[in-house]
């Protein structure tokens, strides 16, 4: 497998987690937008369309390819936001399994995305 293969299935596995996570999100808009008012955050309906957008769009534009370094850089630092914001009680081990699995998509994504080809 080439390495431009190897970056595609890359981007589309990572792309799937992001679009799937963004539909979830769709299907229980009243339940996301409460759960982020109960971390304190202002405007939820405002980081809610901001949440679908950034996992949809971004990820369907990772899949295709188009400016994966932009796209990917923004995942980034939305993954890196969501962390901090809503997976940081490292005392309930399902927000640390969150943490770290976002953790490690950021990992993945600026390792595989971000600078394909670079290893």
Not at 66 to 83: D, K, N, P
Request: hydrophobic fraction near 55%.
């Amino acid at each position: 497998m080439t390495n431009d293969y190897a970056a595609a299935l890359g981007r589309l596995m990572i792309a799937t987690l992001f679009v799937l996570s963004g539909l979830g999100k769709i299907a229980a808009p009243a339940i996301t937008q409460a759960y982020i008012a109960s971390t304190g955050l202002p405007l939820p309906i405002a980081g809610y369309l901001i949440a679908v957008v950034v996992e949809v769009a971004g990820g369907l534009l990772l899949a295709v390819g188009y400016r994966t370094t932009f796209v990917a850089t923004g995942m980034a630092v939305f993954t890196l936001a969501t962390a901090v914001f809503f997976h940081n009680n490292f005392a309930d081990q399902n927000q640390m399994i969150h943490f770290l699995r976002r953790r490690l998509r950021s990992i993945a994504r600026y390792d595989g995305t971000v600078f394909p080809g670079e290893h």
